[in-house]
């Protein structure tokens, strides 16, 4: 594999990560309606599964590129496995409360959802 493909095939879930982040914010300032909340909320929780694809992209592509660096197989999973706890409590965190408003509860599903999700596409980059 070219160095600049790896690289390019790496770039790839961050620049989609930073998509999801960016209209994930502009849908939640957009309208206070409970859809926009929902749609916002899972938009920005997206970004979890992208950076859990860049750590596994980074994984794989060094692998077939360079080699094993045992630095690297040990950073790249946990930095996925933070991010999907990360997804994971923030869905845990809307229903939580002892107030919860439907729009929390769908969110706060497709959220936790989303951070097991990225709990699976990391479990790929560690092994």
């Known amino acids: 594999m070219n160095i600049y493909i790896g690289w390019l095939f790496k770039l790839i879930p961050l620049i989609m990560g930073l998509i999801c982040i960016a209209l994930g914010g502009f849908v939640l300032e957009s309208s206070g309606q409970s859809e926009y909340f ?3 909320h ?5 970004a979890a599964i992208c950076l859990a694809l860049f750590t596994t992209a980074f994984i794989i592509i060094s692998q077939l590129t360079r080699g094993v660096n ?3 197989n040990t950073l790249f999973p946990i930095i996925g ?4 706890i990360i997804t994971m409590i923030w ?3 809307l229903l939580a409360g002892n107030d919860v408003m439907a729009d929390e509860f769908v969110a706060g599903h497709v959220i936790f959802g989303v951070g097991m999700i990225a709990a699976c596409v990391s479990t790929v980059a560690s092994s």
């Open 91 to 93: 869905g845990w965190a």
């Open 81 to 84: 496995y933070a991010g999907s």
């Open 70 to 72: 045992t630095f690297y």
């Open 38 to 40: 929902v749609a916002g």
């Open 42 to 46: 899972v938009l920005i929780s997206l």
